[in-house]
């Protein structure tokens, strides 16, 4: 069955970033000129998604609006004869932007069960959009997935390998037999204590999962950090259906924390066909 539908969790306060979260939401900051959200949108597109649920919460109306159609802006550039082709991709296909609050911040779980009527009965998509992964056009983290998953089935997630004293901080996956880029999944711990991981190899925020696992986070307690941690319902899936790790040929950034932010604002605006060399240069010159 295709993957037609993807969820968006955005409901997290961004409290890292304090005091530019304050009034904005973390998924709008932007990598160059174009906000964290819409990378993970278009990211979505491409893999052939049309669905696209976002879980929101409150001071997240940005998001929403961002893609909308903005009326007065476009008549505006329009009335002074100016461009508004860098608002192209920006407006989603209508009926195809679903929003869903959360309402409480009670974990990654919690907030992919709030868009469960919506799945219904297919597999879907899960995309984190501070994971901001880069691929080649047209070969994006998800596109590998969904590939990946006319091969697999069952629940794929996107594995990727991480210095093992960084493994507290993520889902990590306990590894069977490797097949080229495919991993088979054995076990899964959400937010190891240090030196107990199974493997360096974590779940990186991109997911492609069957329904089934709804009916598990219903009822799922609350894990790591006191919250409903999705990766203990997936757990729960292992062994019953196919569940196996994609390594992700392209580059992660953490856009979670201010270090990886930087980093891919910087990559990105070095390969800027407008400003790129001159900003190496500058680079050069400032280190
Ligand atoms: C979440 C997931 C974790 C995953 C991580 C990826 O954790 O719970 O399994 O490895 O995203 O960034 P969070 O970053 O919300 O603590």
Redesign the pocket.
């Known amino acids: 069955m295709t993957i037609r539908k993807a969820v968006f969790p955005v409901a997290g306060l961004g409290t890292r970033f304090l005091p530019a979260t304050k009034a904005v939401p973390k998924e709008m900051l932007p990598i160059v000129d174009r906000p964290l959200i819409q990378y993970a949108v278009d990211e979505a597109l491409e893999a052939g998604i049309e669905t696209m649920i976002f879980v929101t919460g409150r001071g997240k109306m940005a998001i929403e609006d961002h893609f909308d159609l903005a009326y007065e802006l476009e008549r505006t550039q329009a009335d002074r004869g100016k461009s508004v082709a860098a608002l192209e991709g920006t407006r989603l296909t209508p009926g195809n932007a679903i929003f869903i609050r959360q309402q409480e911040p009670r974990g ?1 779980g919690h907030a992919i069960w709030c868009a469960r009527d919506v799945i219904g009965d297919e597999p879907f998509a899960i995309i ?1 959009p ?2 901001f992964m880069v691929g080649q056009p047209g070969a994006g983290c998800m596109k590998q997935m969904v590939d990946a998953y006319d091969r697999t089935g069952g629940n794929l997630i996107c594995a990727l390998e991480v210095p093992i004293e960084d493994t507290p ?3 990590v996956l306990d590894p069977g037999t490797r097949d080229g880029t495919l991993t088979e999944v054995k076990g899964l711990v ?1 937010k190891p204590a240090k030196g107990t991981a199974p493997s360096n190899l ?4 991109r997911y492609i999962l069957q329904p089934e696992v709804m009916d598990l986070l219903a009822t799922q307690e609350a894990g790591a950090g006191g919250e409903v ?3 203990d319902s997936m757990a729960k899936l292992i062994g019953k259906q196919p569940f196996h790790g994609v390594t992700f040929d392209g580059e992660r950034y ?1 856009c ?1 924390s201010k270090l990886g932010f930087a980093q891919a604002n910087f990559a990105l605006s070095c390969r800027d066909a407008a400003m790129g060399d001159e900003l190496k240069r500058w680079a050069k010159a400032l280190l």
């Open positions: 990654l984190l501070d994971e901080s993520y889902g959400e974590i779940v990186a925020g941690q999705l990766t953490d979670g």
